[in-house]
C-alpha cells in the first residue's frame, strides 16, 4: 500500500489544456451591381455601389456639367447647368443600377444583353422656366399693326408686319431632355412662332367702314365707303371769324329734324339762349344733324345758295336733298377729317 502510494506520488503533474478560441466570422461579402449594366451608358457590371458612384461621377459629371448652348435663328446664348439647377446624384444612379441587376431573372444574367438604367439627376423648374422667359423676351419681336393716314381725298393705308415669339414650352422641355441625357449633344434649338398683328390691312377697313372728309378751302365733303371713294357733295363751311374747326373728328350724334339751341351769342340775335323745336320754319338746321364737335356739326340748310362759300357760324352746310342722301350713308363713330 506505501509503494503505491510512492510510485504515484513521482509521476509528473499534467499542465492544463488551453480552451480552443472560437473560429473568426468571415468578413462581409460586398453587394455588387451584376453584370452587364449600365448607367447612362456607363458600364457598372461587377461594382459595388460606392465604386459604381466614383465612377460614374468621374466620367459622366463633367459632361453633364459642361455648358448648355441654345440656338435662336442664328443667335447663341450660354448656360452653365448649375445655374438651371442642375444636380447629378452619382450615389442614386448606383443604387438604381443594383437594383434594375437585381431584377433579372437568371436566365437574363447570361444572355449578355446589357441592362441600361437613367441616371438621377435633379434640376429646379423654375429656374429653368425663368431662364427661358428671359430668352424670349430677348428674341421677341413685337407686330406692327396696319395704320390709316386719311387726307382730304385719299386713304393711305400701310401694312401690317408679323412678329416672332419664342414657344417657350417646347424650348423648357427641350433643355429639360439634354440636361437628363449625357450622352446627348449639349445644343438646343429653339423656335419662334409667328405672331399677327392685332390690326391687318384688310381690318382697316372694317375698323373704317365709313370715313368723311371737309376741304374746307374746296367746299366739297367726301365720303368714304371701306377706305374707298364714294361720293362727294358740295357745302358751305364757317364764315371770317366762325371759322369750321380743323382736326379729326368722329360722329357723336344724329338726328333727323333737330331743335335748334341757340347759343348765347350777339349772332344768334333775339333766338339767344332760346330753343326752336325741330322742323320749324325758323330753325336753321334743316331736315338732318350729323354732331361732329360741341356745337359744330352738318345739317341742311334753308339758303342753299350759300353753298360753296363761307357763311356759316362753324357748321358744314349741305342742301337738304344731299343732306338727306348722306344721313343714313354714315353711323355713329364714323371718323370726319377737317381740314
Not at 140 to 167: D, E, F, K, Q
Not at 222 to 228: G, P, Y
Request: with cysteine; net charge positive; proline share 9%.
Amino acid at each position: 500500500m506505501a509503494l503505491w502510494l510512492g510510485l504515484a506520488s513521482s509521476a509528473p503533474a499534467q499542465a492544463p489544456v488551453p480552451p480552443v478560441p472560437p473560429a473568426a466570422a468571415p468578413a462581409p461579402v460586398a453587394h455588387r451591381i451584376a453584370p452587364d449594366v449600365r448607367a447612362g451608358g456607363v458600364g457598372v457590371g461587377g461594382l459595388t455601389i460606392p465604386e459604381a458612384g466614383a465612377r460614374l461621377d468621374a466620367v459622366l459629371g463633367p459632361r453633364l456639367r459642361s455648358p448648355l448652348t441654345i440656338r435662336i435663328d442664328g443667335r447663341r446664348f450660354r448656360i452653365r447647368p448649375r445655374r438651371l439647377g442642375l444636380r447629378f446624384e452619382a450615389m442614386r444612379t448606383a443604387r438604381r443600377a443594383f437594383k434594375a441587376g437585381a431584377a433579372r431573372s437568371p436566365a437574363a444574367l447570361g444572355s449578355g444583353e446589357p441592362v441600361d438604367v437613367p441616371i438621377a439627376v435633379r434640376l429646379n423648374g423654375k429656374l429653368i422656366r425663368s431662364f427661358v422667359a428671359r430668352l424670349g423676351q430677348r428674341v421677341y419681336v413685337a407686330p406692327r399693326n396696319a395704320t390709316l393716314r386719311i387726307t382730304l381725298r385719299r386713304m393711305i393705308r400701310r401694312r401690317s408686319y408679323g412678329g416672332r415669339a419664342l414657344v417657350e414650352y417646347r424650348l423648357r422641355a427641350a433643355i429639360a431632355r439634354v440636361l437628363r441625357d449625357p450622352r446627348a449633344r449639349r445644343l438646343v434649338t429653339g423656335r419662334r412662332r409667328r405672331t399677327r398683328a392685332a390690326i391687318t390691312y384688310h381690318g382697316l377697313a372694317r375698323l373704317n367702314p365709313t370715313v368723311l372728309t371737309i376741304d374746307r378751302g374746296g367746299f366739297r365733303l367726301r365720303l368714304f365707303k371701306r377706305l374707298r371713294y364714294d361720293r362727294s357733295y358740295p357745302i358751305a363751311v364757317g364764315a371770317a371769324g366762325y371759322d369750321t374747326p380743323g382736326g379729326l373728328f368722329r360722329i357723336i350724334s344724329k338726328q333727323v329734324n333737330p331743335p335748334w339751341h341757340a347759343p348765347n351769342r350777339p349772332w344768334a340775335g333775339s333766338y339767344a339762349g332760346r330753343t326752336v323745336p325741330g322742323g320749324a320754319p325758323d330753325n336753321p338746321l334743316k331736315a338732318r344733324w350729323l354732331g361732329v364737335a360741341s356745337g359744330v356739326g352738318i345739317h341742311g340748310t334753308a339758303e342753299p345758295w350759300t353753298i360753296g362759300s363761307r357763311a356759316s357760324h362753324g357748321c358744314i352746310r349741305m342742301r337738304v336733298p344731299d343732306v338727306i342722301d348722306l344721313y343714313p350713308r354714315v353711323s355713329l363713330g364714323s371718323r370726319v377729317l377737317i381740314r
